[in-house]
Protein backbone atom coordinates (compact mmCIF):
# COMPACT_ATOMS: atom_id res chain seq x y z
CA UNK A 1 0.00 0.00 0.00
CA UNK A 2 1.39 3.59 -1.08
CA UNK A 3 1.86 5.73 1.67
CA UNK A 4 0.17 9.13 1.50
CA UNK A 5 2.30 12.71 1.05
CA UNK A 6 5.31 12.94 2.45
CA UNK A 7 3.94 15.35 4.51
CA UNK A 8 1.97 12.12 6.26
CA UNK A 9 5.54 11.30 7.74
CA UNK A 10 6.39 13.87 9.45
CA UNK A 11 8.92 16.87 8.93
CA UNK A 12 11.56 15.26 11.30
CA UNK A 13 11.61 12.10 9.11
CA UNK A 14 11.34 13.99 5.89
CA UNK A 15 14.39 15.85 7.42
CA UNK A 16 16.00 12.97 8.35
CA UNK A 17 15.76 11.33 4.97
CA UNK A 18 16.97 13.99 3.25
CA UNK A 19 19.76 14.62 5.39
CA UNK A 20 20.82 10.60 5.13
CA UNK A 21 20.65 11.21 1.50
CA UNK A 22 22.63 14.23 1.30
CA UNK A 23 25.19 12.88 3.79
CA UNK A 24 25.59 8.99 1.51
CA UNK A 25 26.13 11.10 -1.59
CA UNK A 26 28.48 13.40 -0.31
CA UNK A 27 30.83 10.69 1.10
CA UNK A 28 30.85 8.39 -1.76
CA UNK A 29 29.48 10.45 -4.44
CA UNK A 30 27.07 7.97 -5.23
CA UNK A 31 25.32 7.36 -2.22
CA UNK A 32 27.89 4.39 -1.90
CA UNK A 33 30.40 4.33 1.16
CA UNK A 34 30.10 0.62 1.22
CA UNK A 35 32.32 -0.73 4.09
CA UNK A 36 34.46 -3.62 5.05
CA UNK A 37 34.36 -5.79 7.81
CA UNK A 38 36.55 -6.92 10.97
CA UNK A 39 39.99 -7.14 8.71
CA UNK A 40 42.49 -4.96 9.22
CA UNK A 41 40.53 -1.88 8.30
CA UNK A 42 38.90 -0.21 11.69
CA UNK A 43 35.20 1.12 12.16
CA UNK A 44 33.93 -1.44 9.28
CA UNK A 45 30.93 -2.97 9.61
CA UNK A 46 30.69 -6.71 10.78
CA UNK A 47 30.44 -9.70 7.79
CA UNK A 48 26.83 -11.23 7.72
CA UNK A 49 26.14 -14.45 7.49
CA UNK A 50 25.92 -15.43 3.91
CA UNK A 51 22.44 -16.52 3.70
CA UNK A 52 21.12 -13.85 5.51
CA UNK A 53 22.71 -11.19 3.50
CA UNK A 54 21.51 -12.91 0.43
CA UNK A 55 18.11 -12.49 1.69
CA UNK A 56 18.27 -9.20 2.74
CA UNK A 57 20.12 -7.93 -0.04
CA UNK A 58 16.81 -9.28 -2.18
CA UNK A 59 14.50 -7.97 0.12
CA UNK A 60 15.16 -4.00 -1.70
CA UNK A 61 13.76 -5.32 -5.07
CA UNK A 62 9.86 -5.79 -6.14
CA UNK A 63 8.69 -9.25 -6.37
CA UNK A 64 8.43 -9.07 -9.62
CA UNK A 65 12.21 -9.20 -9.99
CA UNK A 66 13.92 -10.99 -6.97
CA UNK A 67 14.11 -13.67 -8.56
CA UNK A 68 16.34 -13.16 -11.37
CA UNK A 69 18.69 -10.45 -9.83
CA UNK A 70 21.96 -10.88 -9.51
CA UNK A 71 23.36 -10.90 -6.17
CA UNK A 72 26.50 -9.53 -4.37
CA UNK A 73 27.71 -10.04 -0.69
CA UNK A 74 30.32 -8.18 1.23
CA UNK A 75 34.07 -9.99 2.41
CA UNK A 76 37.19 -8.74 3.98
CA UNK A 77 38.61 -7.42 0.22
CA UNK A 78 35.08 -5.90 -1.20
CA UNK A 79 31.76 -6.94 -2.38
CA UNK A 80 32.02 -10.90 -4.21
CA UNK A 81 28.96 -12.02 -7.04
CA UNK A 82 27.00 -14.66 -5.09
CA UNK A 83 24.33 -15.40 -7.86
CA UNK A 84 24.26 -13.93 -11.45
CA UNK A 85 21.94 -11.90 -12.66
CA UNK A 86 18.97 -12.90 -15.43
CA UNK A 87 16.87 -9.55 -15.77
CA UNK A 88 19.97 -7.08 -15.58
CA UNK A 89 18.52 -5.84 -11.74
CA UNK A 90 21.45 -5.84 -8.66
CA UNK A 91 20.83 -6.58 -5.29
CA UNK A 92 23.59 -5.92 -2.55
CA UNK A 93 23.91 -4.45 1.21
CA UNK A 94 25.71 -1.47 1.24
CA UNK A 95 26.78 0.35 4.74
CA UNK A 96 26.52 4.27 4.58
CA UNK A 97 28.49 3.34 8.67
CA UNK A 98 29.65 0.13 9.69
CA UNK A 99 26.36 0.40 12.08
CA UNK A 100 24.10 1.09 8.92
CA UNK A 101 22.25 -1.49 6.69
CA UNK A 102 21.16 -0.26 3.24
CA UNK A 103 19.81 -2.92 0.61
CA UNK A 104 19.77 -1.78 -2.30
CA UNK A 105 18.10 -3.10 -5.66
CA UNK A 106 19.38 -1.71 -9.12
CA UNK A 107 18.34 -1.51 -12.48
CA UNK A 108 20.42 -2.59 -15.46
CA UNK A 109 20.93 1.34 -15.78
CA UNK A 110 21.71 1.41 -11.39
CA UNK A 111 24.11 -1.42 -12.46
CA UNK A 112 25.52 -0.35 -15.06
CA UNK A 113 26.43 3.33 -13.67
CA UNK A 114 25.94 3.14 -10.30
CA UNK A 115 26.85 -0.60 -8.81
CA UNK A 116 30.35 0.03 -10.23
CA UNK A 117 30.98 3.25 -7.97
CA UNK A 118 29.69 1.06 -4.63
CA UNK A 119 31.80 -2.19 -5.67
CA UNK A 120 34.93 0.21 -5.57
CA UNK A 121 34.41 2.36 -3.16
CA UNK A 122 34.28 -1.10 -0.51
CA UNK A 123 37.18 -2.07 -2.12
CA UNK A 124 39.00 1.36 -1.49
CA UNK A 125 37.89 1.07 2.16
CA UNK A 126 38.74 -2.24 2.72
CA UNK A 127 42.57 -0.98 1.94
CA UNK A 128 42.22 1.38 4.21
CA UNK A 129 41.72 4.52 2.05
CA UNK A 130 40.10 7.78 3.65
CA UNK A 131 37.39 9.90 2.84
CA UNK A 132 39.68 12.43 1.11
CA UNK A 133 41.24 9.70 -0.55
CA UNK A 134 37.95 7.71 -1.84
CA UNK A 135 36.35 10.78 -3.23
CA UNK A 136 39.81 12.27 -4.57
CA UNK A 137 39.67 8.78 -6.57
CA UNK A 138 36.21 8.77 -7.31
CA UNK A 139 36.13 12.58 -9.23
CA UNK A 140 38.91 11.56 -11.14
CA UNK A 141 37.15 8.25 -12.19
CA UNK A 142 34.29 10.07 -13.80
CA UNK A 143 36.60 12.84 -15.25
CA UNK A 144 38.04 9.51 -17.22
CA UNK A 145 35.02 8.13 -17.92
CA UNK A 146 35.67 5.11 -15.75
CA UNK A 147 32.40 6.00 -13.87
CA UNK A 148 30.00 7.16 -15.72
CA UNK A 149 26.94 9.27 -15.49
CA UNK A 150 23.26 7.46 -16.13
CA UNK A 151 22.08 7.99 -20.15
CA UNK A 152 18.79 6.09 -19.21
CA UNK A 153 16.38 5.54 -15.98
CA UNK A 154 18.59 4.46 -13.17
CA UNK A 155 16.35 3.12 -10.44
CA UNK A 156 17.75 1.57 -6.96
CA UNK A 157 14.40 0.11 -4.93
CA UNK A 158 14.62 0.54 -1.22
CA UNK A 159 12.03 -1.64 -0.53
CA UNK A 160 13.39 -3.59 2.60
CA UNK A 161 11.79 -3.10 5.87
CA UNK A 162 14.85 -3.46 7.30
CA UNK A 163 16.73 -0.26 6.59
CA UNK A 164 18.88 1.21 9.00
CA UNK A 165 20.19 4.56 8.02
CA UNK A 166 22.18 7.81 10.28
CA UNK A 167 19.79 10.51 10.72
CA UNK A 168 21.08 14.34 11.48
CA UNK A 169 22.94 13.24 14.60
CA UNK A 170 24.46 10.55 13.14
CA UNK A 171 22.56 8.15 15.27
CA UNK A 172 21.11 5.07 12.95
CA UNK A 173 17.72 4.40 12.77
CA UNK A 174 14.69 2.73 10.80
CA UNK A 175 13.76 4.04 7.90
CA UNK A 176 10.74 3.67 5.44
CA UNK A 177 10.95 1.50 2.12
CA UNK A 178 11.33 4.17 -0.40
CA UNK A 179 12.87 4.40 -4.25
CA UNK A 180 15.40 6.50 -5.55
CA UNK A 181 15.64 7.86 -9.33
CA UNK A 182 19.22 9.19 -10.26
CA UNK A 183 18.32 12.27 -12.36
CA UNK A 184 21.70 13.95 -12.68
CA UNK A 185 21.35 18.13 -12.51
CA UNK A 186 17.56 17.39 -11.66
CA UNK A 187 16.67 20.29 -9.45
CA UNK A 188 13.52 20.37 -7.30
CA UNK A 189 11.88 23.06 -9.03
CA UNK A 190 11.63 21.24 -11.95
CA UNK A 191 10.08 18.17 -10.37
CA UNK A 192 7.59 20.83 -8.67
CA UNK A 193 9.00 19.56 -5.34
CA UNK A 194 7.26 21.66 -1.82
CA UNK A 195 10.32 22.53 -0.13
CA UNK A 196 9.43 24.29 3.62
CA UNK A 197 11.42 26.96 4.71
CA UNK A 198 12.76 24.69 7.14
CA UNK A 199 14.29 22.95 3.76
CA UNK A 200 12.82 20.01 4.51
CA UNK A 201 10.51 18.39 1.92
CA UNK A 202 6.64 18.26 2.76
CA UNK A 203 5.46 16.85 -0.88
CA UNK A 204 5.28 13.40 -1.75
CA UNK A 205 8.50 13.49 -3.37
CA UNK A 206 11.71 15.92 -3.67
CA UNK A 207 15.38 15.95 -4.90
CA UNK A 208 18.22 15.09 -2.48
CA UNK A 209 21.52 16.98 -3.69
CA UNK A 210 19.62 19.01 -6.46
CA UNK A 211 21.29 20.39 -9.24
CA UNK A 212 24.50 18.33 -9.42
CA UNK A 213 25.75 15.26 -10.71
CA UNK A 214 24.65 12.88 -8.17
CA UNK A 215 20.97 14.45 -7.96
CA UNK A 216 18.26 11.60 -6.73
CA UNK A 217 14.46 11.96 -7.05
CA UNK A 218 13.50 10.34 -3.35
CA UNK A 219 9.65 8.62 -3.75
CA UNK A 220 8.82 7.27 -0.17
CA UNK A 221 6.60 4.05 -0.71
CA UNK A 222 4.35 2.00 1.87
CA UNK A 223 5.29 -0.98 3.85
CA UNK A 224 6.49 -3.62 0.94
CA UNK A 225 4.48 -6.50 1.75
CA UNK A 226 4.94 -9.00 -1.11
CA UNK A 227 5.48 -12.61 -0.87
CA UNK A 228 9.14 -13.73 0.21
CA UNK A 229 11.53 -13.16 -2.58
CA UNK A 230 13.34 -16.29 -2.89
CA UNK A 231 15.32 -18.83 -0.94
CA UNK A 232 18.98 -17.56 0.16
CA UNK A 233 19.42 -20.60 -1.80
CA UNK A 234 18.15 -20.24 -4.86
CA UNK A 235 20.67 -20.13 -7.32
CA UNK A 236 22.89 -18.24 -5.10
CA UNK A 237 26.10 -20.19 -6.36
CA UNK A 238 29.85 -18.95 -5.85
CA UNK A 239 32.05 -18.71 -2.86
CA UNK A 240 31.54 -16.62 0.28
Given amino acids: MMVKPMQHLGKRAAGICLFWLVLALQL ?55 REGQNGFTAIVQHLLPTS ?23 LR ?31 YMLSTENVVPNDKGVVQPFPPHVMFYVPYVTN ?17 FVAREGT ?9 GTHTGPAHVSADSGAGGSP
Fill in 213 to 221: RDATIIIPV
Fill in 28 to 82: AVSGAIAAQSSGPVANQPPLMDRQKEITLALSACPTSVAGKAAVYILQLSGYVKV
Fill in 126 to 156: AQGKNFEEIKRFVDDAFVKGIFQLPSRTSVD
Fill in 189 to 205: AELGADIGPDGNPTGAA
Fill in 101 to 123: VEPLCMNAEGTRTHLPQVLKVAE
